[in-house]
């Protein structure tokens, strides 16, 4: 494994509900990690994790980074009845409220 991506071997994600993309939180940790971004963005939030990988790492490393979720918008669905994004909105505010 290259010496940048080795920080996750003891990474646990404060939210997991499994599904194929728990196998790319460790590199996403990594990733941020070692590249301490400014702004990140995740654009179509899925199941939250990858968003919420992103958050947990900045606010674990320390690093002055804001994060933002950008719901994509469907016909005749507010935001406040998409039971996905009002967990992840949950989840950000309980797990992360200084990010």
């Given at each position: 494994m290259l010496p940048q991506f080795s920080r996750a071997g003891n990474f646990e994600p404060k939210l997991y509900t499994s599904g194929g993309m728990r196998f790319y939180l460790p590199l996403l940790h990594d990733i941020v990690a070692s590249e301490k971004p400014a702004l990140i963005v995740t654009s179509g939030l899925g199941d939250a994790q990858a968003h919420l990988t992103f958050c947990q790492t900045a606010a674990q490393h320390n690093i002055s980074s804001s994060c933002a979720?950008?719901?994509?918008?469907?016909?005749?669905?507010?935001?406040?009845?998409?039971p996905d994004w009002q967990r992840a909105q949950k989840a950000t505010a309980e797990f992360f409220p200084t990010i």
């Open positions: 979720a950008i719901r994509r918008a469907t016909l005749d669905e507010d935001a406040a009845d998409d």
